[in-house]
């Protein structure tokens, strides 16, 4: 500085020239950021960041294999429910079939025994006639006669049908009784009606039908063993 003043001065402004020039790529990139900065007015409330709601996903389609291996266990087990409710039901309706077809029969078989009684109960209304109506007597008991008679020829045929043992088996009990009530009944008729009190009761030598005893119980015997046999297991 003391000898030339020009050079001295280059000498002095060269270092303050690398200074600026080492600021300058400062200075670039602060304008730089300044630039990159939004321009929207300043707001001193801090924003709060929103929460990310994360949209549910629907459930995957199940896959063809397992379609394929679920589906036929599926119907496989409404195939046997199916069938054991169908199964149940078939055996309950048969069953309540058989115990309507068992008191269909006790019901005709009694039917039956209760037409033998009443043919059997014949001689002791004839004996017991009135005696003041003999005619109108006549009448009602020949008719009544009558009534028997058709029933007990139904009952002949329908338990044969039915049974081959039981038919026969009533068929000897009619046939019996036809011939014991038949003989009684002509000496009812023969008899004078009553007309006291005392000879309502009849003793058992005027009118016999002890010879009927073993055919009535052939007879219920025979019902009772063809009845067991329609009869299931499980009902016994």
Known sequence: MSGVPGIGLEVVMAPAQTAVASLAPSMATATVVHTAAP?????PVTSVPTATVVPSMPPAAPSSADTNSVLPAVVSGAFLAAMLTATINIWLARRKSREEEL?????????????HSAYKEMPYAIRRRRSD????????LSETLREIQANLSYHLAWTKIESET?????ADLIQELRKAAGMAMNAAWEAPPIESDAAVNIPPPVIDLSALQPLETAYIAAVRAHLRRLTPWWYR
């Open 133 to 140: 109506a003999l005619a109108e007597e006549r009448v009602r």
């Open 39 to 43: 321009s929207a007015p300043f707001s």
């Open 166 to 170: 039981v038919g026969k088996a009533y």
């Open 103 to 115: 008191g269909r029969l006790r019901t005709a078989f009694a039917e039956a025994f209760a037409a």
